[in-house]
Structure formats: C-alpha cells, structure tokens
C-alpha cells in the first residue's frame, strides 16, 4: 500500500512540476517579446544609410544620425559652414 501511495505522490509532483515549468516558459517569452519594442520605430542615419532605433538616433534639424561624429559630418555638408572646400 505504502507503495502505490509512493507512486501516486511521485506522479503527481512530476505533473505538478511539468505544469509550473510550462507556465514558466510560457511567461518568459512574454516578457521577451515584451522587452524587445526597438522593432516600432526604425530610422535611417543620413550619413551610413544604417537603421536604428529611433531611441538610439540623434536627431537635428529633422534629420537622423547614428552618431555624434555622423551628425556632425551631416550637419558641416549641409551646413553653411564648409571651411574644406
Ligand atoms: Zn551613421
């Protein structure tokens, strides 16, 4: 007797267990999917044409730069200051 009750117990925990692994995972790609919202907003550097997001972009003068050297660059080409040439 004492070991059917063995075996009861131990299928039910490994159904409980089965149970709150496949919750787990089912939660964890939400928070994935959750924390992943740079797929909204993607902008274009005017310099290297690269995309990102537009969290991540400098934005002047309704253009976007991946960087600070680019919007720089951007900014002297089209700028009125062009001391190169
Ligand atoms: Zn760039």
């Known amino acids: 007797m004492g070991k059917i009750l063995f075996w ?8 409980l267990l089965y149970r709150a692994s ?6 964890h790609a939400e928070d994935r ?12 550097c005017e310099v290297c044409q690269v995309n990102l997001p537009r969290s991540e972009a ?4 309704g253009h976007f730069y991946c960087c600070e050297a680019h919007r ?5 080409s089209t700028g009125s200051n062009n001391h190169d040439q």
């Open 72 to 76: 720089q660059r951007g900014e002297g």
């Open 8 to 15: 009861i117990l131990l299928g039910l925990g490994i159904y």
């Open 33 to 44: 999917r959750a924390s992943a919202p740079e797929v909204e907003d993607m902008v274009r």
């Open 58 to 61: 400098i934005l002047t003068h």
């Open 22 to 27: 496949k919750r787990r995972n089912q939660r």
